[in-house]
C-alpha cells in the first residue's frame, strides 16, 4: 500500500434524487480485508440498480461502500490477508458490492475473473453484473438445459443481451421481447429464434404459436407486475419462471390453478445481497463455461455508449432513458 495515493477521485450520491445529485469527490483510497482485492479501476459499468441506489431505494449492504458501481475491470494493486485467487498486477474484472464509481475499489478476490482473451477493460468491465445475475437465475434457479427454450423479457437491455447469447449458446431455443423493430432485430442477431414487439403483438400468443401450443420451458422475467399471469400461459409443463426485476410493478393477480396443474416452478433472486460464498461460486461456473465462450468471441459484451467518469449524469440519464441496446460504461482514470 506504501506505493498508492493516499486519496482518489470518486462520484458519489449527493443525496437522493435524478442524475444531477452524482457529485465528483475525493475520498481515501480503500484498504483490502481478509480475502479481498483491492483494484486500480479502468472501467466500471452503469446499471438499473445503480440508478435505484441513487434515487435513495436501494441502500448498500452494511459494510459496503455507499459509492455506486457494482462491476469493474482493472489491475490488483494489494491484497488483504488470505486473498489467494488473483495475484498483484493481475488484470481483473470483479463483481463488487458497491463502490466501482472510483479510482480505486475492494472486493472479494473470489469474486473475480481475468479478462478474456483479446478483451480491453471496457470490454471487462461490461462482464460481471449482467453474466454473474443470468448465470444465477437463467442456469442455476431456472436450470435451463440444452434443447429446452426460453423467453426473455427485455431482450435489449444488457441483462437481455447476455441471456440471450448465454441461452443459445447452452444451445437453448430463445425468444425474447424488446419495445422497437430495432431492438427486435438485434436480440435475433444474437441468437433468438423470435424477437416480439411487446408494443405491436401479444407475446403469449406468438409464444404459443411459434412452439406448437406447448408454451416454453423457462422464463427470465425483469417486468413482474401483471406480466406474471400471461408468462404462466407462456410456460410449458413443468416450465420455471424466474423473476429478477419489477419494473412494472411488485404486484399483480396471480391464477393458481395453472400453477397447479402444469407443475409450475416460482422463483427469483436479487444479486448484491448474496452471499459472498454464492457469488465465488457464480465466478468459478462462469469461469469454466462462459469464459471460454467470451475468449474464442462466440458471444460478447453489446456495449451502446461509454463515458467518462465525470459525464456520470449523462450515462445513469442515457439508462434512464432506456434507449439503449446492450450496456452502458465508464472509462475512469487516464
Known amino acids: 500500500m506504501s506505493t498508492l495515493p493516499d486519496t482518489m477521485n470518486v462520484v458519489e450520491i449527493s443525496e ?3 442524475p444531477e445529485v452524482l457529485k465528483p469527490a475525493s475520498r481515501p483510497v480503500p484498504v483490502p480485508g481478509p480475502g479481498e482485492a483491492l483494484i486500480r479501476v479502468a ?12 434515487a435513495g431505494l436501494y441502500p448498500p449492504p452494511p459494510g459496503a461502500s455507499d459509492l455506486p458501481g457494482l462491476e469493474v475491470a482493472g489491475e490488483v494493486v494489494a491484497l ?7 495475484a498483484i498486477g ?4 470483479a463483481l463488487t458490492p458497491g463502490g466501482g464509481y472510483a479510482d480505486y475499489c475492494v472486493t472479494a478476490a473470489s469474486h473475480c475473473l481475468p479478462w478474456p482473451d483479446g478483451f480491453d477493460a471496457v470490454q471487462a468491465a461490461a462482464l460481471p453484473e449482467t453474466y454473474f445475475t ?14 429446452e427454450s426460453i423467453l426473455i423479457h427485455g431482450g435489449a437491455s444488457g441483462i437481455g443481451t447476455t441471456a440471450i447469447q448465454l441461452a443459445h449458446a ?14 427486435c432485430k438485434a436480440c435475433e442477431d444474437l441468437g433468438a429464434k423470435r424477437a416480439i414487439n411487446y408494443r405491436d403483438e401479444d407475446f403469449v400468443e406468438v409464444v404459443k404459436e411459434a412452439t406448437g401450443g406447448k408454451g416454453v ?3 427470465l422475467d425483469m417486468v413482474a407486475g401483471d406480466y406474471v399471469a400471461r408468462d404462466i400461459e407462456c410456460l410449458a409443463p413443468d416450465g420455471r419462471l424466474v423473476i429478477i426485476a419489477l419494473m412494472g410493478g411488485r404486484e399483480g393477480t396471480v391464477p393458481f390453478f395453472p400453477i397447479m396443474a402444469k407443475r409450475l416452478t416460482f422463483t427469483g433472486s436479487t444479486l448484491r445481497p448474496q452471499t459472498n460464498e454464492a457469488k465465488a461460486r457464480m465466478a468459478r461456473g462462469l469461469e469454466e463455461t462462459a469464459w471460454p465462450w467470451l475468449s474464442a468471441g462466440k458471444i460478447k459484451p453489446i456495449i451502446q455508449s461509454v463515458y467518462p467518469i465525470e459525464k456520470a449524469a449523462e450515462a445513469h440519464a442515457e439508462l434512464e432513458a432506456g434507449d439503449h441496446i446492450g450496456k ?6 487516464s
Open 80 to 86: 488483504g490477508d488470505g486473498a489467494s485467487e488473483v
Open 170 to 183: 447452452h444451445g437453448a431455443t430463445v425468444f425474447a421481447t424488446a419495445g422497437t423493430a430495432d431492438k
Open 16 to 18: 437522493p434524487g435524478g
Open 217 to 219: 420451458d423457462v422464463i
Open 90 to 93: 493481475d488484470r481483473v474484472t
Open 134 to 147: 443470468v448465470w444465477t437465475n437463467v442456469f442455476e434457479r431456472g436450470a435451463l438445459k440444452p434443447g
Open 43 to 54: 472501467a466500471a459499468g452503469v446499471n438499473r440498480p445503480d440508478l435505484m441506489q441513487r
Open 328 to 333: 452502458i460504461m465508464l472509462t475512469v482514470g
